[in-house]
């Protein structure tokens, strides 16, 4: 790694995207809570489309992820 710190996503962002009790969220049960707890992010990329009289006519955010390693068996 390269020193920099690990960035976690905030608490509750799964159901701020993804809405109250989303499909995803009922799929994980408890598990929900937990979803991309362990994810780093690598890298995030916004990309905003302006019209001609420059307001917003699109916004793209895509944010590259590392799982978390497995869990080691020995």
Known sequence: MNGSPV???PAGL???VLGENSLVER?????FDRLNEALRTLSIR???TLDA????????IQQLGRPPAPASTA
């Open 7 to 9: 960035r976690r996503p």
């Open 14 to 16: 799964a159901r701020r």
């Open 27 to 31: 799929a994980l049960g408890a598990g």
């Open 46 to 48: 916004e990309v905003i």
């Open 53 to 60: 009289r420059r307001q917003i006519t699109s916004l793209s």
